[in-house]
């Protein structure tokens, strides 16, 4: 599994070129190694939703370093300028969104459709309701309406990225009581939510930009991580 | 197959492990050879039985696992042994009784059992003990069941000899030895809203002296000691043991590699020691603000963390253990390293449990992992370290010089030097 000795990556090792560099691209650097720890644990949370049962213990720590990383990003206001990039391509997402029904897997990872953070986990909650179908409409079930263009959106987006991450995560451990249901209901609960999405996507009432945190990882995402991402993503839909 | 715990009998005489294909193997020291003062007696195979079988919750749709968490010996009362052994979900006392005589001369019955035919039978004899092989059988006296939801990482048997906790990730639960229909919940940390959870239960243990008094960490780094007579749900602790972080090693690893995997009193009770993922902490019961003293155990690892937490190793849980006297403490490392703090010298030592590079009954040779910069002869660059070979069950005799350590298929009895 494991070979001798460890690949460094991320935040290891003195010798990191760009860090070398006086400040000028010091800070991209962190952003994106910060970026690529976020990625990579929303991989390893996706994967233990995958097993099934997963470890709980790791899971909270895992969740709590992404909960983490997000704040700090909000907090030093990346996460604004993450989306003030992309408020021209607002057009994309109601397509996207009607996209993903239709597209194949192959398609997809060309890297045009990414589940934000924000639908991340409740992809973990329909993968585990086994309802594949559902799992695609959640990239667009992001709630409240939004103006996406200008400024507007950029603030708003804030506090909201924050709390529906906030949310996403809340709502994976919402998914790891599930599975321990203890009533019909309990069983029953997220199969609903999912059918709810599914019949808004298809009638095309939810016409707002729900696909906007797509953006956020469409551009400033590296290739890499975006691929890992959507491969995964692969991944669960082709189990299906 | 997988050790998965270790652990001394009250006496030494005995060292049980558990394994993840549900078996414990138990080993028995043999008798001091009279000739041979220089040397103790090794250690043999005694008894193996399979304790906990893979089971399928079928309402939840989820195999429960055999491996064996948890291994702990009761004191013993009589000529039987006892343990209890636990996997995720049930934990099982189990009887284990030597057999050397067997009865012979039945009136009925022939020697192989068929049965006699009753009209040969002309006299009455009383059957009389005989001699015969030892026998080794273990049985499981009692099962306890059905009562935790999280998987049970820790169990401890209480000074009272009555009374043991379990200890799951976000419960635990006091029990009577003879009871096993019922359980007390003594914890529960499980939020209303599962969505808020952020902090779960590591280990726990039972005060060596003190009956009423326990501890339990969690993965944020704080112990908690709680008294049985406060209250019957003890939620809200009589101590909270935190060292506050120290803002200059901030990452966003701070939190994972300060989560406590493992709790031991020493066997004074005054001292308690905790395993973090870098160092073994010391607590003074009586402080609660601070560790009385840390032990870096691989503090080169604190450059590393991204790779581990990619490679998931940074998860890894080690154990720790006091040796008899409490003046040394003893936890492994990658590499099939462990490593020795000796708390009144404040020497420490690292050693190798491997058979490539020691023959038996040789004296172990100390190793030194090189940090950074120029590898001197016989240390080991951090790079070369193999992370796949961790030792994280290791145990120490409770009166000599004599450590049971656990690599991942092998188990490794070392004892000092007897001059």
Not at chain 1, 52 to 81: F, H, K, Y
Not at chain 1, 139 to 166: D, L, Y
Request: aromatic residues 8%.
């Amino acid at each position: 599994m494991f070979a001798r000795g460890i690949k460094r990556k991320c935040f290891d090792g003195e010798e990191d070129i760009e860090g070398t560099l006086a400040g000028f691209k010091a800070i991209p650097s962190y952003n994106l190694k910060r970026q690529s720890l976020l990625d990579m644990s929303l991989i390893k949370l996706q994967l233990c939703h995958m097993l099934v049962e997963p470890n709980l213990c790791r899971s909270v720590l895992i969740a709590n370093t992404a909960r983490q990383i997000q704040e700090e990003m909000t907090q030093d206001g990346t996460w604004q300028v993450i989306n003030a990039q992309n408020t021209g391509q607002a057009s994309l997402d109601q397509l996207a969104s009607s996209d993903i029904l239709c597209r194949s897997t192959k398609e997809q990872s060309d890297g045009k459709l990414i589940p934000s953070y924000s639908s991340f986990s409740k992809d973990f909650e329909d993968i585990q309701s086994q309802d594949i179908i559902s799992d695609l409409s959640t990239v667009t079930s992001v709630q409240a309406s939004r103006n996406p263009q200008g400024n507007v959106w950029e603030m708003e987006n804030s506090p909201e990225n924050r709390g529906n991450f906030q949310k996403s995560l809340d709502q994976i451990f919402g998914t790891l009581e599930n599975k321990n249901p203890n009533s019909v209901e309990d069983l029953f609960s997220d199969v609903d939510n999912s059918y709810y999405d599914l019949d808004t996507v298809l009638t095309g009432t939810m016409s707002n930009t729900k696909m906007g945190h797509c953006d956020v990882l469409e551009s400033f995402s590296s290739q890499t991580t975006t691929n890992s991402n959507i491969n995964e993503l692969d991944h669960i839909i082709l189990h299906f | 197959d997988i050790i998965s715990t270790v652990e001394f009998n009250h006496s030494g005489e005995l060292l049980a492990t558990g394994d993840k294909g549900g078996r414990v193997v138990i080993f028995q020291q043999e008798q001091e050879n009279k000739t041979q003062t220089h040397s103790r007696g090794e250690y043999n195979v005694y008894s193996t039985f399979q304790s906990h079988e893979p089971e399928f919750d079928y309402l939840k749709s989820l195999e429960i696992e055999e491996k064996i968490n948890k291994i702990r010996w009761l004191p013993q009362k009589n000529a039987a042994q006892f343990l209890l052994s636990t996997n995720d979900k049930t934990i099982k006392l189990w009887k284990i009784s030597e057999r050397d005589k067997r009865p012979e001369g039945y009136n009925l019955k022939e020697e192989d059992g068929r049965y006699r035919d009753p009209t040969t039978v002309t006299t009455l004899r009383v059957p009389v003990f005989r001699p015969m092989d030892l026998m080794v059988e273990a049985s499981p006296r009692r099962i306890f069941a059905n009562a935790h939801t999280y998987h049970i990482n820790s169990i401890s048997i209480n000074s009272d000899y009555e009374t043991y906790l379990s200890a799951d990730d976000l419960r635990i639960n006091l029990w009577h030895l003879e009871i096993t229909d019922r359980s007390f919940n003594i914890v529960d940390i499980k939020p209303a809203n599962m969505e808020e959870l952020t902090e779960v239960i590591t280990a726990a243990e039972f005060h060596p002296n003190s009956c009423n008094t326990f501890v339990y960490s969690s993965s944020k780094g704080t112990i908690r000691l709680c008294d049985m007579r406060a209250s019957a749900l003890c939620d809200r602790h009589s101590k909270l043991f935190e060292e506050p972080e120290d803002p200059s090693n901030r990452s966003f690893f701070s939190e994972i590699i300060s989560s406590i995997s493992d709790v031991k009193f020493s066997h004074s009770g005054r001292y308690m020691m905790t395993r973090d993922y870098l160092s073994v902490k010391i607590w003074d019961l009586n402080m609660e603000n601070r560790p009385v003293e840390t032990y870096q155990v691989h503090e080169y690892l604190r450059s590393k963390l991204c790779s581990l937490y990619e490679n998931d190793c940074i998860f890894d849980k080690f154990e720790c253990c006091w040796n008899g006297s409490d003046s040394v403490v003893m936890t492994g490392s990658y590499n099939n390293f462990f490593r020795m703090f000796d708390r009144n010298t404040k020497r420490d030592i690292t050693l190798e449990a491997s058979r490539e590079n020691n023959k038996p009954r040789t004296v172990l040779k100390p190793r030194k992992v090189c940090a950074s910069g120029k590898r001197k002869k016989d240390e080991i660059s951090v790079d070369s370290l193999d992370f796949n070979k961790k030792i994280l069950h290791t145990a120490w005799h409770p009166k000599e010089n004599i450590i049971a350590v656990a690599t991942t298929n092998n188990l490794y009895i070392f004892q000092d030097k007897v001059n």
